[in-house]
């Protein structure tokens, strides 16, 4: 069993960062291969990015890509999403997910999300 807890969200300018963090527990986190989802209102989950278990391995969608960087720390249990040049458009409930396969069809675990708002 995983549990998930991300932080890091708020509000931000149009061209503003912000860091989210994605806390793990159990002391197997470097076994699990971690993803960051986004849903905006009235829209589907979509995916943002994905780390392998040793981090050697990541992998963003087209529309975040050379803006997001997902990294990992597996003494800390922590998956981050460091957010650059933030767009209105990226305003969402950012999750994190866990898995044993590097790219499931469905990740396993999710935590409970926290909102980013960037704002025009």
């Known amino acids: 069993q995983v549990q998930l807890v991300e932080s890091g969200g708020g509000l931000v300018e149009a061209g503003g960062s912000l860091r989210l963090s994605c806390a793990a527990s159990?002391?197997?986190?470097?076994?699990?291969?971690m993803g960051w989802f986004r849903q905006a209102p009235g829209k589907e989950r979509d995916f943002v990015a994905r780390i392998s278990g040793n981090g050697a391995l990541t992998y963003y969608a087209d529309s975040v890509k050379g803006r997001f960087t997902i990294s990992r720390d597996n003494a800390k249990n922590t998956v981050y999403l460091q957010m650059n040049s933030l767009k209105p458009e990226d305003t969402a409930v950012y999750y994190c997910a866990a898995d044993l396969v590097y790219n499931p069809s469905e990740y396993t675990y999710w935590g409970q999300g926290t909102q980013v708002t960037v704002s025009s």
């Open positions: 159990g002391r197997t986190f470097s076994r699990y291969n």
